[in-house]
């Protein structure tokens, strides 16, 4: 039975996913001195996310608007970055966003919360 929803649940993200991709519209243009400064900053941060997972989704789509090219760590089953999530983050809930900033690491959870972050920081 649980392999029976979870792969409803994949096959729905994966549609989800592939919508996404089609609709997603136009990046944010900056200029390219700008852009290298945002892709700079942007090598603090890392989105610990499932691929198919809605609100993993929601976040990724902000991501490429904003035209952030966040490094993304898939934290499914047997990963190591699961582990890390779970260890340091405190649960394995994704999307999660990983902020380094002055030698200190910030876990935030909660899709809505990582799009505020990152619209306030980068719009
Ligand atoms: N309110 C959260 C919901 C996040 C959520 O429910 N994520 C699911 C995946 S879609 C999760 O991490 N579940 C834990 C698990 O699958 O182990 C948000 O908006 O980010």
Do not use: H
């Not at 290298?36 to 198919?52: C, G, H, M, N």
């Not at 490094?71 to 890390?84: H, L």
């Amino acid at each position: 039975m649980k392999i029976i929803i979870n792969l409803i649940r994949n096959l729905l993200g994966g549609l989800i996913a592939l919508v996404d991709v089609i609709t997603r519209g136009t990046k944010l243009k900056r200029t390219p001195e700008a852009q290298k400064r945002v892709e700079d900053e942007t090598k603090s941060l890392a989105l610990y996310q499932f691929f198919a997972c809605p609100f993993c989704i929601k976040t990724r789509r902000a991501m490429y608007k904003l035209n952030l090219p966040i490094n993304k760590r898939n934290a499914s089953q047997g990963s190591v970055y699961r582990d890390e999530l779970l260890a340091a983050g405190g649960k394995v809930q994704t999307p999660c966003l990983r902020i380094e900033k002055d030698g200190q690491v910030e876990w935030l959870y909660e899709s809505s919360e990582i799009i505020k972050y990152l619209q306030n920081r980068f719009a």
